[in-house]
């Protein structure tokens, strides 16, 4: 595992050159038997030394080549006019420092001597590290302090104004502390009908900063809230030091309503304070700022009535005293006269305009009548109509003609039917006779002259055919063929 110490630091002084052997050291008595020690057993023996006789030391000096590595350990340098010494304080021990260690910074270190043996240099391990001569909260204060003005969080022109009369109150505090209790007392008797909204949070101990900040997120969605009071009641600074944090800081910073820091006394000041867009002295007085008295309220809204109509009395009065002037200059003179001339001749005029339209309305009016006849004698829906019925006459005709012309063809396609019916051999063919064919069937065999013994022939029948072979043949006689 790799040390802890094994880090760049400043580079140390050059060593002093060594004495001559004779002036360095007294030669041992050689009655004593010379014992030869390793560097790590001398090395060893130094650190046990040191770490028993300096368990626990007090020093004061210069902080230099102050760094915080990744490691989350701090190493640095701690000297004087004349000295230095170098050190390291664990992360465990830098979470508890309420302030940030820098160059230049003087403090006071708390912690023991250790020796670092792969170099063989001593160190000092710091437990505890404070600001001399100013204690390490009141300087983290003006560190943050520093930081956010920088960054321009108590900038004036971010401040936003509380509005005149909110309707819902967002109060971030402890449930369990006095400043809740005042502030529902004071918003109750000022105005019963607010309605308050409150996201309880610690206000002390460790964790406190993250829930103060939670609540400020938490209560910043709650829909229709107008203000938020953030605060609680006295204290020391150890229990105000939540509303010195970062976190709380920014957490008021980004509320999307405006925000009263009530924290403590009248003489406490925090961060929250400054960030806020308003501090009051008290949570008592936070709540007063929130709300006005009804009666105030009214008074105000009579007072602001009364400069309205005392504004609107005296423009009244210097418009008066203008047209007064106006009236008695020369020009002014027959001037009711000449407006009622002018309004003669525009009663005119707008009589004229009156009779010019009532007239061209009832030119419209004359030709829109006459299209509306007009289009009446073509009117579409009697002449489709008409055309329907012809539609349907022709219809009626065409069907009866082609029933005709069916009719007509069915009787000769019958009367066709049968006289080929009569003259079809097949129907000879069924009162017993048969047709006989040669043997490849090109001509019908009439003379029994024309076919040899032996010969075949097929015999065409009513149904079927025969195959057969001649075995002889007879020619009818002279007068019989006469006779047939």
């Known amino acids: 595992m790799d040390s802890l110490f094994d880090l760049p630091f400043e580079e140390p002084a050059p060593e002093p050159e060594a004495a001559p052997a004779a002036a360095a050291a007294p030669t041992p008595p050689a009655s004593e038997p010379r014992r030869v020690l390793s560097v790590s057993e001398l090395t060893g023996r130094i650190r046990a030394i040191l770490e028993e006789r300096f368990y626990e030391v007090w020093v004061e000096g210069e902080l230099s080549n102050c760094r ?15 000295a230095q010494i170098k050190g390291v304080m664990f992360r465990s021990a830098l979470g508890y420092l309420r302030f940030k260690p820098q160059d230049g910074l003087r403090v006071v270190a708390r912690g023991r001597l250790g020796v670092y043996d792969p170099k063989g240099e001593y160190q000092i391990v710091c437990e505890h590290l404070e600001p001399e001569g100013l204690g ?13 003005a920088r960054e321009g969080l108590f900038d004036e022109r971010r401040k936003r104004p509380l509005p005149a009369l909110p309707r819902k109150i967002g109060v971030v505090t402890s449930l369990d502390g006095a400043a809740v209790r005042d502030i529902i007392k004071v918003l109750r008797r000022r105005y019963a009908n607010a309605h308050i909204v409150i996201r309880p949070a610690r206000v002390q101990g460790e964790g406190a900063a993250l829930d103060i900040a939670r609540a400020m997120a938490a209560i910043g969605t709650v829909a229709g809230v107008d203000v938020v009071i953030v605060g609680r009641g006295g204290g020391s600074i150890e229990d105000l030091w939540a509303f010195n944090e970062e976190v709380v800081a920014r957490a008021i910073a980004g509320c999307p309503v405006p925000t009263i820091s009530a924290v403590g006394h009248e003489t406490d000041f925090t961060i929250a304070d400054f960030v806020a867009d308003v501090r009051a002295a008290t949570p008592s007085h936070a709540a ?10 009214w008074a105000r809204i009579d007072r602001l009535a009364h400069r309205v109509e005392t504004a609107t ?17 020369p020009g002014y003179a027959g001037f009711h006269a000449r407006v009622a001339l002018r309004g003669r001749r525009a009663d005119d005029l707008a009589h004229e305009l009156r009779r010019a339209l009532r007239a061209r309305v009832a030119s419209r009016e004359r030709v829109y009548q006459a299209l509306r006849l007009t289009l009446e004698t073509f009117d579409v829906r009697r002449r489709f109509s008409t055309i329907r019925t012809r539609l349907v006459a022709a219809d009626g005709r065409l069907l009866s003609g082609t029933e ?3 009719h007509a063809a069915d009787a000769r396609l019958r009367g066709g039917a049968a006289r080929l019916e009569s003259l079809s051999p097949l129907a000879v063919l069924g009162r017993g006779y048969a047709v006989c064919w040669n043997a490849d069937r090109s001509a019908i065999v009439r003379d029994a002259a024309t076919v040899r013994q032996g010969e075949r022939v097929h015999v065409k029948l009513e149904r079927g055919e025969l195959d057969c072979t001649v075995d002889g043949g007879r020619q009818p006689a002279a007068g019989s063929r006469q006779q047939g």
Not at 68 to 79: A, D, S
Not at 313 to 329: D, I, K, P, Q, T
């Open 68 to 82: 915080v590595w990744t490691t989350g350990h701090m190493y640095f340098t701690l000297k004087d006019a004349n």
């Open 136 to 148: 390490a909260l009141q300087l983290a204060f003006d560190q943050l302090k520093e930081r956010l």
């Open 288 to 297: 007063e700022m929130v709300v006005a008295r009804k009666d105030e309220f």
């Open 313 to 329: 009395r005296g423009c009244m009065h210097r418009v008066e005293a203008r047209l007064r002037s106006l009236e008695a200059r």
């Open 404 to 406: 005709r012309h069916v």
